[in-house]
């Protein structure tokens, strides 16, 4: 066992012990974790604004907070972003990540001190439980996927940009000695180039360790790694970079002592890569011992593609239901995507999905939970997120010990997420209202629809006028497909990356809409109940034989 899985065993085991006596007590757990939220920020602006003074249980918080959306919550933030200081948490931030919100403007999440040294003890565990299912796992070096850590800065001088980045830049010396990967590498701009550069270190090594997030990008690896093989060979070989690839001088400059001739290793891989078809990670990296992904959702589509590049023996483990407002399970087996919910790291509340449009609620907690039912999460973080409304439907598979295991199902009402983008429905009436303008076309009716299996939207298009040229149509599609991206930051970066591909226009036969919506209110209890989705999955009434044509955008 390498010295970074001694260590890691030894804290882990640690924590892990002391995680595992807080499972059998969850209702406790989180009142205490609650009381200390209260207490500590009662003198913050919005502590005071909401009297956290005089809350002293869960039923004081409920009727003196409300259920809040970014939105909601975006004021606050403003004041911080302009260097104003305990507005939501007596911790100050030390950056923000971004992520993209309902609107055209992305969602800033603060990242403190204490989320980070509560994400830095779930991550510990996480990996005490890889490295004692699998020995092995840090025995070579590790790949791990991040974001850039810095992509800009507040008004205050204060950074957003990735927290994973944030961290791995910052990471002790022994984990950083284990990295496949130099952090500048995350930093460059081109996705073509990024994914070139991380095969050309990656694959000059022996990586026991693969995690990133999304499935996706490892579909984007393996192919960068058998299309451009001779190229990374080339580069192996003599200690070089590709001159093909888009990275700016100053990224070559920082990256150049990293950069080794390995000739002996250059025709280990010449030889292999020679006798195989596809080039695939079981040829390069034979050490592999584990790959670590999201594996619930959409994503399973793309982790189906993904599964086979791999030998059958190398296991598959959720990294957790995580995302920039919250990391807030820890998983501890390869199958499945569920995960304990981390007790001590957010406070958390349940409203039944049945009941997220009801004008109260019914809300429960983590002992009132049950097991095969699915639920809204509200989430109160340590970042000062409070009730905050993520819009996520999870689904409680079981329990450890008295603590649900709970997986990621999919985005919440009026959003679909097929790669990470949490595309809305608001952004997606937007695009449509700004393409027809440009185009100067007309639609009478539309309906986006998420393929999960071609990783794109399905862009379904009633024409409001007669006798339109297809070149027209497939215009506006494109036209559709660039407004999003100026909408949705993470719509254009999975875009760019290739990661989900462009729309596709099909025109519906006249009377299409009429039909569908004669359908949908005939089967509701209601007419007032009635409530068409523009934005969302295939459902009964998305039916071939309605279909006129079918374009590429």
Known sequence: MSLLAQLSTLRGRYLWHFFQGMTERPEEVQQQLLRRLLSTNQDTAFGKAHDFSSMVSEEDYRQGVPVADYEATRPWVDRLQAGERRVLTADEPYMFTMTSGTTGQPKLIPATASTRRSSARLSAKWLYRCVVDHPRVLDNKALVIVSPAVEGH??????????????YQNASRALRYHYAVPYEVFAIKDFDAKYYAIMRFAISQSVSLLATPNPSTILRLVNAANTQREQLVRDVWDGTLSEDAEIPLETRRALRPHLKPNPTR???????????????????WPQLAMVCCWKGGSVGTALNRVRPLFPQSIPFRDIGYLSSEAQATICIQDEGCAGILALDTNFYEFIPEAEIDSPSPVTLTVGQVEAGETYYIIITSQAGLYRYDINDVVRVTGFFRNTPLMEFV???????????????????????????????????????????????????????????PDELVVTLGRAIDEELSKLNIEYEQKRHSARLHAPHVYVMCKGWSAKRLEAKMGRAARDTQFKDVLL??????????????????
Not at 154 to 167: D, H, K, R, W
Not at 436 to 447: I, M, T
Not at 540 to 552: A, N, R, T
Request: hydrophobic share 40%; glycine share 8%; aromatic share 6%.
């Open 410 to 468: 999919r985005k919440g009402r009026d959003m679909v997420s097929l790669t990470g983008e949490k595309l809305h429905v608001a952004q997606l009436i937007q695009a449509m209202e700004k393409a027809q303008l440009s185009v100067g076309l007309n639609v009478a009716y539309f309906r986006a629809v998420g393929n999960v299996e071609a990783s794109r939207y399905d862009l379904k298009l009633e024409l409001g006028q007669e006798q339109v």
């Open 154 to 167: 507040m008004p205050s001088g204060v950074a957003f940009g990735s927290a994973s980045g944030y961290i």
């Open 266 to 284: 250059a025709k280990e891989l010449e030889r292999l890569a020679s006798a195989a078809d596809t080039f695939t990670p079981e040829h390069y």
């Open 536 to 553: 969302g999955l295939p459902d009964e009434d998305d039916l071939p034989s309605d279909i006129l044509k079918d374009l590429s955008t």
